[in-house]
């Protein structure tokens, strides 16, 4: 029986080792679109993904977005993730994991370009101290277009992106294990649900 469940876990393992080769390209402006390719086990495995656009009519975004400029509300009571993306050590190990994601992916022809604000000024400056070194790091890639601007005045989520990208498995797997098992992040995750009280 034991040596079963060894074999059986070793299978897995070996399996995680080959690597997920994906094309893709994705938009997201007022509606989310896009193509996910997917090839594995060497070709065997192949799969197509397309995301369903958002049901977000155009004007009721616009709409939104004009009633988010110059909001009147405290950054840290009624926005949890950037009350601990505050807290110093939450946000090393958060970009800490960016990083390491980051480097475990194989890029070719990869281009990455994303606007982002929360319609305050304030707000979009705390969400910038965690994307700021990692934007900063990333326009650095070669054989890569990455490209990752701050927006501090209107409420903003633009994304557009494409590539090919080649990523193990198991290493991904234990990049994030790593993570879910830092007590850094529980830490922040236990501070957040004190805010919600």
């Not at 897995?12 to 994705?26: D, E, N, Q």
Request: hydrophobic share 45%; aromatic share 14%; net charge positive.
């Amino acid at each position: 029986m034991l040596i079963g469940v060894i074999i059986f876990f070793l299978f897995i393992i070996v399996l995680l080792m080959i690597p997920v080769a994906l094309s893709f390209k994705i938009y997201w402006k007022s509606e989310f679109e896009g193509n996910i390719e997917l090839s594995w086990f060497f070709g065997i495995i192949n799969a197509s993904f397309h995301p369903l656009k958002s049901t977000n009519h155009p004007a009721k975004y616009e709409q939104r977005k004009n009633k988010s400029r110059y909001p009147q509300r405290s950054m840290y009571k009624n926005n949890k993730f950037l009350y601990i993306i505050g807290q110093t050590r939450f946000r090393q190990r958060l970009t800490l994991f960016m990083v390491d994601l980051w480097h475990a992916i194989n890029k070719r022809d990869m281009n990455l370009n994303i606007r982002i604000g929360t319609g305050d000024p304030a707000e979009t400056g705390q969400l910038w101290a965690i994307f700021g070194p990692v934007a900063g790091i990333l326009s650095t890639v070669k054989d890569a277009s990455i490209e990752i601007e701050p927006e501090f005045f209107d409420t903003t989520f633009e994304l557009q992106s494409r590539g090919n990208i080649q990523f193990t498995p198991l290493k991904i797997s234990c990049i994030i294990i790593g993570i879910l098992l830092s007590p850094t992040i529980w830490k922040g995750v236990k501070q957040m649900k004190q805010v919600e009280q």
